[in-house]
């Protein structure tokens, strides 16, 4: 069956980086654009970022922008969340998502991985 | 970026209660919103896509409807696993959530 399973997740300082893996099985990941959505602890959700099929466009949120690079190994089934400069504000559970109508309709996510930020 | 609210933010119901939830836009957005529940320490379940297409194996008690700036999700008849947090979605803004709880 179609599974997104996210790894890379832990306590982390101020200022430093992390990266996240989700590695997807059960369905044609090439084909599929992919996303990045977090939910910050007792709040709502959270668009990070997205990359298309092919991994030739990349967008992201406002606030990640610059410090965040989302990538995709089409070979391994495996996508990426790079975190770099990471801020207390950045703590949540990170989900990958897989975009499954073309248009930013999250038709699968993964279990969520916890990232925390803090001295 | 478009603005979304929903309304309420929180719902007490019973079991085989009619529950409607409200999601509203700062912009047009034609048909293109979707409908996720989350429940507690899981992730979000796709319901409803284009405003009012049922995902493949939701069950027909949820329905959507909707265009423009305003859409309703609408659970015909409670059940005990409907108790959970709903988010409404339109590409990369998603509301702030409407807490299902018993009443």
């Known amino acids: 069956q179609v599974q997104l399973v996210e790894s890379g997740g832990g306590v982390v300082q101020p200022g430093r980086s992390l990266r996240l893996s989700c590695a997807a099985s059960?369905?044609?990941?090439?084909?599929?654009?992919m996303h990045w959505v977090r939910q910050a602890p007792g709040t709502g959700l959270g668009w990070v970022a997205v990359?298309?099929?092919?991994?030739?466009?990349?967008y992201y949120a406002d606030s990640v922008r610059g410090r965040f690079t989302i990538s995709r190994d089409n070979s391994k089934n495996t996508l990426y969340l790079q975190m770099n400069s990471l801020r207390t504000e950045d703590t949540a559970v990170y989900y990958c998502?897989?975009?499954?109508?073309?248009?930013?309709?999250?038709?699968?996510w993964g279990q969520g991985a916890l990232v925390t930020v803090s001295s | 970026d478009i603005q979304m609210t929903q309304s309420p933010s929180t719902l007490s119901a019973s079991v085989g209660d009619r529950v409607t939830i409200t999601c509203r836009a700062s912009?047009?957005?034609?048909?293109?919103l979707a409908w996720y529940q989350q429940k507690p320490g899981k992730a979000p379940k796709l319901l409803i896509y284009?405003?009012?297409t049922l995902e493949s194996g939701v069950p027909s008690r949820f329905s959507g409807s909707g265009s423009g700036t305003e859409f309703t999700l609408t659970i015909s008849s409670l059940q005990p696993d409907d108790f959970a947090t709903y988010y409404c979605?339109?590409?990369?803004?998603f509301g702030p959530g409407t807490k299902v709880d018993i009443k």
């Open positions: 998502a897989r975009d499954g109508y073309s248009g930013y309709v999250f038709d699968c």
């Open positions: 059960g369905f044609t990941f090439s084909s599929y654009s």
């Open positions: 990359i298309s099929d092919d991994g030739k466009n990349k």
């Open positions: 912009q047009s957005l034609s048909n293109w």
């Open positions: 284009r405003a009012s």
């Open positions: 979605q339109q590409y990369n803004n």
